[in-house]
């Protein structure tokens, strides 16, 4: 597809790289020459130097015969005006940026005249991912397939816990749900694990299960499972007032803190069910003093990376279960790998992601059967959903005589209402969903690019 | 610096290379030119080996590529592809000695022109069609080729074609037509094929051999000049001459033109100051040089078709010739010379300095004296009504320095071998813009093989700075490029 982006800011990048990477035909619109300089030397894409909401460059782009436009600057009003002229000139979808709350609220009856296909708020994404999180604590990301009744979650294998050296084949007889481990991350190497592998302590690994499972699957595993009651937000952002917001209303007592006056007294006045401090979220004394280690969770929101990762790794040290990192910059992960920070969101991938699912749902319109996508180990191994379609090759054959590409794994069948965890003998029947999880060199368009047999 | 993959990529190119010589060699094979054959055969087979080598043996370990490698890989590529390239005319003994073959296909695929040989008529067919056929690979790129036919790569962002693409393809500013690379190239290629063959068609139907015309074309769209006879153009028929100025002219063009038109955007396409520029100084030229020939020839036609073509061949950096040239009177000989430093379009098979190159240092020198008279006005450079930003100004100012500065320390070094000055400046300034004949001693009807070895590698270097605008060369002796 033609995809116009304009911005190259963070988001805009990253919806490039991966876009390209899927085989869209790009063109970037930027008004920092020097970012264009260094991009063009990092990615195959157009790049055109001007405003993006003005109509010659719009057309300069060509506009008029894409696909697509995601707006994706840092000012609201720019990206709607984008997405206003763009569909004037005859794009057919518009995904527009907005992140003031204000804004929000009357988007739900703006969308038709500003001609919006989507609009994405990454603060707002962030927040409800961290909220996924905080439901069930112990699970450092949860993704959902086939509508939701799967998912994929993140797990830490803990020393001395039951997934300290065990075989998978083991781990399958042990557990009473039934579960499938489709890929772990030992340091920085991402594997396909098959039955014989043997997780070892500080691996991370993905486990497939249905929805359902999950409480069942942390009781199994020894993890002590409790609601989170009390949580800690530090930094004031507008990630942590829509998390405020959410966790009040499921009943969590939130306790915010804020170095700014004038902005500690506004999210007082927004929002009124939580506890708002006014003081450096940064200073141990501080933390100290409003019982951080006595919380179920802490959340660092800061806009400084630097201050997130220090809080973060103050309060894993005083034992509190469940801390969640917000990183801006996620080239540095690999880092804190064993730093017992593990649970890491960055605004800017949830964002990429949100509008390559809809990307791929676009595609799946056109034919493609590409339902969704997500990126596990740091974005090394994909879980990507598929229909299976009239084309689909090796339908009804059971999956023990089908011989897949290596590094290629069936994570679940989605079949009518119920979603399957493949054995040898289960098939794959037409109007199935299937997870399939790969590593991310490999760039899989089409379920039958899985077959390790050639087309005939 | 990802030696492994530079050495992949020029594998590739080797097969690549290796495969465009089976022509030839079937001509060879059919014409009963023995040595020749064996000549092919050799290299096809040294390119082989050594490509699978580079292929095979050097598997990159790293995917790592950044600006310099681009710039290492066209530098080093060009070298070795020239030096390959020659081997046949080496091993079949139309060449006798390495030196001169060497300059012989650096000419070709830089698309210059400046041949060594005594006698163009005496080489075997075979060969004659490779020495042409250097000058169409070269004139649009030999990896920009590579790039679009080789196989499509699954992952990656793809950074070395860009890097590859960027280092290969001359002009200020490097415009992509579409945003894929690889997409771009085959555009190019295809724009370019479409031209070929239609100049075919018209030489075909102007009672030339297919043979011929094919030869003559692929000297033609690379803008090289080869000549199949000594004289070049002059003893063909007039219609012959005016299609070949004609196609010259064309192919000095910005090809972005050509898409732009393709895609229906006229006014884009034509309205376009380095177009209108160009073809400016193209009518100044023949106007002036017309005038000041008149008396040499019986009608006005007669001389205003070789104005027109003279003009043609050296602005368009082809080089061909319908007459001796160097018998003119000193006014239209010295615009001649101007013209070699002004050069084709940027986007074009051309070489010398670019006519968009032109326009900017012209518009900046302006900018200059004004500046001098008034030292607080803030004025901007723009070029199509969009302002050319400061750092691409500097870039030319740059640029214009050290390429004058390399015309003339080329000079000085030529001057050792004792001719006169205006042979070793022209033979410089044909070199460097990638022209072929200069005047003097080499002169149109002239060549190069009265000068030493050390001359001929240091023409040849020239040829290859100027065709690859400077820094790729460039790059291959700073030894900042290996440090770590």
Redesign the interface.
């Given at each position: 597809m033609k995809i116009v982006i304009v911005g190259g800011g963070k988001v805009g990048f990253t919806l490039a790289t991966q876009l390209t990477r899927e085989g869209h035909d790009i063109v970037l619109i930027e008004n920092n020459r020097e970012k264009i300089a260094r991009m063009s030397g990092l990615l195959d894409i157009k790049m055109l130097y001007g405003n993006g909401a003005s109509l010659g460059v719009l057309r300069e782009a060509d506009t008029h015969h894409s696909d697509l436009l995601i707006a994706a600057t840092h000012q609201d009003e720019i990206n709607m005006m984008c997405c206003i002229v763009a569909r004037k000139m005859g794009c057919k979808n518009t995904i527009a940026r907005i992140r003031d709350a204000a804004y929000l609220e009357q988007m739900y009856l703006l969308k038709n005249e500003l001609g919006l296909s989507m609009t994405i708020t990454p603060e707002q994404i962030t927040a409800r991912e961290i909220f996924r999180l905080m439901q069930i604590p112990g699970f450092l990301k949860r993704d959902t397939f086939a509508k939701g009744r799967v998912e994929i979650v993140e797990l830490v294998a803990k020393p001395g816990g039951l997934l300290d050296g065990i075989s998978l084949v083991e781990l399958s007889r042990k557990l009473k749900v039934k579960v499938l481990v489709c890929a772990v991350q030992r340091g920085e190497d991402a594997y396909i694990p098959d039955g014989s592998f043997v997780v070892r302590q500080g691996d991370k690994i993905y486990v497939t299960a249905p929805s359902t499972d999950l409480a069942a699957l942390m009781d199994d595993l020894g993890i002590k499972q409790h609601r989170v009651r009390d949580a800690m937000l530090i930094g004031g952002s507008r990630i942590a007032a829509y998390l405020t917001r959410m966790l009040v209303k499921s009943g969590v007592r939130v306790k915010l803190l804020e170095l700014d006056a004038r902005r500690a007294e506004a999210l007082a006045e927004y929002l009124p069910g939580a506890t708002i401090i006014h003081a450096d979220g940064t200073d141990q004394n501080i933390l100290r003093e409003e019982n951080i280690e006595r919380m179920d969770s802490v959340v660092t929101l800061t806009n400084m990376d630097e201050e997130n990762l220090v809080v973060s790794l103050f309060a894993n040290k005083l034992g509190v279960s469940q801390v969640i990192t917000k990183l801006n910059r996620t080239e540095y992960t690999e880092l804190f790998a064993g730093s017992g920070l593990d649970c890491i969101i960055s605004p800017k991938q949830l964002c990429a992601q949100a509008i390559i699912r809809y990307v791929r749902a676009m595609q799946n319109r056109d034919g493609s059967s590409v339902l969704a996508v997500h990126h596990l180990v740091d974005g090394k191994v994909e879980a990507m959903e598929f229909n299976v379609t009239e084309s689909t090759r090796n339908r009804g054959i059971p999956l023990k005589d089908i011989q897949l590409k290596p590094n290629v794994l069936l994570a679940s069948i989605g079949r009518m209402n119920r979603s399957i965890l493949p054995g040898g003998n289960d098939t794959m029947e037409l109007g199935d969903s299937i997870v399939v999880v790969t590593v991310s060199d490999r760039v899989l368009l089409d379920l039958n690019d899985i077959f390790a047999e050639e087309e005939r | 610096m990802n030696y492994r993959k530079i050495c992949n990529i020029i594998g590739r190119i080797f097969w690549v290379e290796a495969a465009f010589m089976l022509p030839p060699l079937g001509i060879a094979v059919y014409r009963g030119e023995h040595a020749s054959v064996r000549g092919f055969l050799i290299a096809i087979a040294l390119l082989a080996v050594l490509g699978m080598a580079g292929v095979f043996l050097l598997r990159p370990r790293r995917d790592s590529f950044?600006?310099r490698d681009g710039l290492m890989t066209v530098g080093l590529a060009w070298i070795l592809v020239s030096f390959m390239g020659g081997l046949p005319f080496f091993f079949s003994g139309s060449i006798p000695s390495l030196v001169d073959c060497f300059f012989e296909t650096v000419s070709g695929f830089t698309t210059t022109g400046a041949s060594i040989l005594p006698a163009a008529e005496d080489m075997p067919l075979s060969d004659m069609y490779w020495r042409c056929f250097t000058i169409w690979l070269g004139g649009m790129g030999v990896l920009v080729f590579v790039l679009a036919v080789s196989p499509k790569k699954?992952?990656?962002?793809?950074?070395d074609?860009?890097?590859l693409l960027r280092a290969e393809s001359p002009g200020v500013t490097v415009d992509?037509l579409?945003?894929?690379?690889?997409?771009s190239a085959t555009i190019l290629y295809t724009i370019y094929i479409a031209l070929t063959i239609l100049q075919v068609i018209f030489l075909l139907s102007g009672g030339m051999s297919l043979y011929e015309a094919l030869v003559a074309t692929y000297a033609t769209a690379g803008t090289g000049g080869f000549g199949m006879m000594n004289d070049s153009f002059a003893s063909y028929s007039p219609y012959i001459q005016v299609v070949v100025t004609v196609f010259m002219l064309l192919f000095a063009v910005n090809f972005n033109v050509y898409f732009l038109l393709l895609i229906r955007e006229f006014r884009k396409a034509l309205c376009n100051q380095e177009l209108i520029a160009y073809l400016g100084i193209v009518a100044a030229s023949i106007a002036v040089i017309t005038w000041n020939i008149s008396h040499m020839f019986p009608t006005l036609a007669e001389s205003l078709r070789h104005a027109a073509f003279q003009v043609a061949s050296i602005i368009s950096t082809t080089g061909f010739m319908s007459t001796d040239f160097d018998l003119w009177p000193e006014l239209s000989r010295t615009i001649l010379i101007l013209l070699m430093f002004v050069g084709a379009c940027a986007g074009s098979t051309g070489g010398g300095l670019k006519v968009i190159r032109v326009v900017i240092l012209a518009k900046a020198i302006r900018r200059a004296v004004l500046q001098a008279v008034r030292p607080n006005s803030v004025r901007i450079i723009r070029v199509d009504g969009a302002v050319v930003?400061e750092?691409t100004v500097r870039g030319t100012l740059n640029y214009f320095a050290v390429f004058m500065a390399i015309q003339f320390l080329s000079v000085l070094l030529v001057s050792i071998d004792n001719f006169d000055f205006v042979t070793n400046f022209t033979a410089v300034a044909t070199c460097f813009n990638n022209v072929g004949p200069g005047l003097g001693g080499v002169g149109p009807t002239r060549n190069f093989a009265a000068y030493s070895d050390f001359s001929k590698l240091l023409l040849s270097a020239n040829m290859l700075l100027g065709r690859l605008e400077l820094y790729p060369i460039l790059a291959i002796f700073v030894p900042s490029t290996y440090k770590k």
């Open positions: - | 950044y600006a699954g992952s990656a962002t793809a950074g074609e860009i890097h992509k579409v945003p894929r690379m690889r997409q930003d750092d």
